[in-house]
């Protein structure tokens, strides 16, 4: 069974970094694409980057330029660095994998930006 578990939220204020992990197990398998989703209150859950397992990223564009997302194929872990944060980051950020054909989510941790 795949699972996802995820860390490095919590309160930082605006302009300042955080840098969220998420390690996955339960599978010898290499994810197609892992990244990170999040959820405002009120909102839709939207992607915020991807990364695939050739290295290729994607980011929505209000984080592009501020937000940077990798991946250690070795130690099965995604990680999303996110700088010059600001008060709409503000929301519970959900690790995803992409792998056989199904999706993969972690239980979310909470990234809180004050102004």
């Known amino acids: 069974q795949v699972q996802l578990v995820e860390s490095g939220g919590g309160l930082v204020q605006a302009g300042g970094s955080l840098r969220l992990s998420c390690a996955f197990s339960g599978t010898s398998f290499r994810p197609n694409v892992m990244g990170w989703y999040r959820q405002a209150p009120g909102k839709q859950r939207e992607l915020v980057a991807s990364?695939?397992?050739?290295?290729?990223?994607d980011y929505a564009s209000s984080v592009k330029g501020r937000f940077s997302i990798s991946r250690d194929n070795a130690k099965r872990t995604v990680y999303l660095q996110m700088d010059t944060l600001k008060p709409e980051d503000t929301a519970v950020y959900y690790c995803w994998v992409y792998l056989a054909g199904l999706n993969y989510w972690g239980q979310g941790t909470q990234v809180t930006v004050s102004s």
């Open positions: 990364i695939t397992a050739a290295g290729s990223s």
